[in-house]
């Protein structure tokens, strides 16, 4: 699966859709205006025998010209103001990204050190297809009043998405079921499904919400009528107009429906054979498909805001009233199929209970870490010596720079393992840190200490300064645990981070963003890994804070100068041979051919590669897919790649919202 090719489609995807709503927007136009013209033609008849004079020949014989461009571009006017306020309404209230949606049908976000061992379970895979596909952590919800099988990936970019499973799905699948509905919605998040599904979501109630008015006033007028209101001429016109508007909504309604739900069928199947993909045993989709189908409540949903997003969950979310017309999903014994053809067709038959206490799941990873116990991990830890050498990488080097951009986005088995690899070797102190957001900050910290003790205590004075008191003797127990760890699980540590990073206030986060700021500069120099650190954190965080990050450039107009300064950089920082390195990295830039030069160390230092980020943060991604091939080529330019060059590459593309997995995993 190509990353770039699939969030090219599902732009497309967003082009065609946009094309045929305005097809259902028109036909809802053309209703109106009919609706209108009927009722200005019929006035006078209606007059006539309310007053006793109704004279069927004068009907007959008057001129009554039914295209009136004036009113046709007035009803047009008005019902494309009122698609178009409704849809930005909704789209304003999804844009806060995937939390905000799971908690509109009424997640509840799972408690990062919660002690269910349900929830601990859902964490594992969560954290596990994160690390594995290289995205940042998504944020994780359980929807807990809802008994059905179903679940959901929800976000506008990788940054800011959220997995949500409902109650069903946690008490009723097994381990493996599990694991094969994450992976099923993680395909989502890297297929670029989230702001599609968001996209129809608004125009789909921009549509509706016509016929919503027309409901709202015949309501109230039956509400009126009730308490004992009189009939007049008014009434009769409110009902007129409600009843006009009921028929109209639902009308565009029904063609928005039907549209929603093509353009949902098409992506499952993908999203199944890649959970198949990712995790190499069918038996985990096609189990939990089984279950979907043998269980009485299916995937039904009862909060009433889930039929909006139906189109956003693994099963059918609500029952089609038009049979096919309406399923947002295929058929179950087609998709169970699709992943095992040779399925006798039977489904599951319930009730079977999960003991999740004898799972192998439920005592293996989510202590983090099953090489040794917890208690064995903490002795191993605050015994061990500040200056123990790393154990041994699990990053393959060197590597091809063609294939290392095409796992941008990839999420395959070797990818997956080396995720379970990663995870079980992080020691249980530091896997608990990153679950508060209080030992979160220390832990980030604690990965930029120095290796020279008393540069280590300079920062630890920092941290007092700057952070508490709190944090540094928290620093000072977690210190000798970096000393055992990989340095290949720096990065999965810092997106382990990420959850609780998120929950901090404006003002924490600024405090934080300083602390992190004054131990990078604190020895004067900065490391490639510090600047990884530091950019690639703050830019997620950012991120996720504001994912409506419009594109701005859609060319290499303009921003030669600032691909040259990350080439300069890079080559400056990766190689002896720095102007070979640059040449290795322009060649793959033909259309600049002539427009790049090497600039001195002066030109290309961080301040400048922040800025040039920034702008580059916000061109296409065939400008970013062009430049992460360039930026590759130049670390490689000497036949080798270190750790911090591939950490620092790593944070480039987290910069750029490409998600990369660990370099060398697919190997």
């Known amino acids: ?176 079921e599990l694991q094969g509905v994450i992976a099923h919605e993680f395909s989502h998040i890297l297929n670029g499904d989230m702001r599609l599904n968001v996209r129809i979501t608004s125009i789909v109630f921009g549509i509706l919400v016509i016929g919503l008015l027309g409901r709202g006033i015949l309501q109230s007028l039956g509400r009126a009528r009730s308490g004992g209101g009189k009939k007049d001429n008014s009434i009769v016109v409110l009902l007129a107009i409600g009843l006009a508007l009921l028929i109209i909504g639902y009308v565009g309604y029904f063609f928005g429906r039907m549209i929603q739900a093509a353009v949902s069928r098409q992506r499952e199947f993908l999203a199944d054979a890649s959970a198949v993909q990712f995790t190499r045993n069918p038996g985990g989709i096609s189990g939990a498909l089984k279950k979907i189908g043998g269980y009485a409540l299916g995937g039904t949903m009862i909060n009433n805001h889930a039929g909006e997003i139906g189109h956003f969950f693994i099963a059918q979310a609500f029952k089609s009233n038009f049979g096919g017309l309406w399923a947002t999903h295929p058929p179950l014994d087609e998709r169970i199929k699709a992943v095992e053809p040779n399925w006798d067709g039977k489904l599951f038959d319930p009730p079977v209970v999960v003991d999740i206490a004898h799972e192998s799941s439920a005592i293996a990873g989510f202590g983090g870490g099953s090489r040794y116990s917890a208690d064995e991990t903490l002795e191993r830890v605050h015994a061990a010596q500040p200056d123990l050498p790393r154990p041994r990488t699990f990053v393959s080097l060197p590597f091809k720079p063609v294939a290392v951009v095409a796992d941008i986005g990839a999420l395959t088995e070797s990818h997956f393992r080396n995720a379970q690899l990663l995870l079980d070797s992080i020691p249980t102190r530091l896997r608990e840190a990153t679950r508060d957001s209080a030992t979160a900050q220390v832990l980030v910290y604690g990965l930029l200490l120095s290796g020279d003790k008393a540069a280590r205590d300079q920062q630890q004075s920092l941290v007092a300064q700057h952070a508490g008191q709190p944090a540094a003797d928290e620093l000072a127990v977690l210190r000798s645990a970096f000393s055992v760890i990989d340095s290949a699980v720096r990065l999965p540590l810092l997106q382990l981070c990420l959850p609780a990073l998120r929950q901090l206030d404006a003002t924490a986060l600024d405090r934080f963003a300083t602390t992190l700021d004054e131990l990078v500069h604190a020895d004067g120099h900065v490391t490639p890994f510090e600047y990884a650190v530091q950019k690639m954190l703050l830019s997620q965080l950012r991120l996720a804070q504001a994912p409506t990050r419009k594109m701005q450039f859609d060319s290499f107009d303009g921003l030669h100068t600032e691909i040259a300064v990350v080439l300069s950089a890079l080559a400056t920082l990766s190689s002896k041979d720095t102007a070979a390195a640059f040449a290795a990295g322009a060649a793959q830039l033909p259309l600049l051919a002539g427009q790049l030069a090497l600039l001195n160390p002066a030109a290309c230092g961080l301040e400048q590669v922040d800025a040039a980020l920034d702008k580059l943060a916000v061109s296409s991604l065939p400008i970013k897919k062009r430049l992460l091939v360039a930026t590759a080529h130049v670390i490689a330019s000497d036949g080798t790649v270190t750790i911090e060059e591939g950490e620092l590459y790593r944070a480039l593309a987290a910069t750029l919202d490409c998600p990369m997995p660990a370099l060398g995993a697919a190997a």
């Open 1 to 176: 699966m190509d990353f770039f090719e699939a969030q090219d489609r599902a732009r497309k995807r967003t082009h065609r859709l946009v094309f045929l709503f305005a097809f259902a927007v028109l036909g809802t136009v053309l209703v109106g205006y009919a609706s209108v013209m009927f009722a200005l033609n019929h006035s006078g008849d209606f007059s006539q025998r309310r007053n006793r004079r109704y004279d069927y020949q004068a009907i007959q014989t008057a001129e009554r010209p039914w295209w009136n461009p004036s009113i046709f571009f007035g009803v047009a006017g008005g019902t494309i103001a009122v698609v178009g306020l409704a849809s930005l309404y909704k789209w304003s209230q999804m844009r806060d990204g995937g939390s905000a949606i799971a908690e509109m049908v009424g997640g509840r976000a799972v408690d990062l050190k919660t002690t269910d061992l349900r929830e601990r379970k859902l964490l594992y895979f969560v954290e596990e297809m994160s690390i594995a596909s290289g995205i940042p952590m998504a944020a994780v919800y359980v929807l807990e009043d809802e008994p059905g099988l179903n679940a959901l990936a929800a976000g506008l970019t990788t940054a800011d998405a959220a997995v949500a499973v409902t109650r069903g799905t946690l008490d009723k699948l097994t381990r493996d």
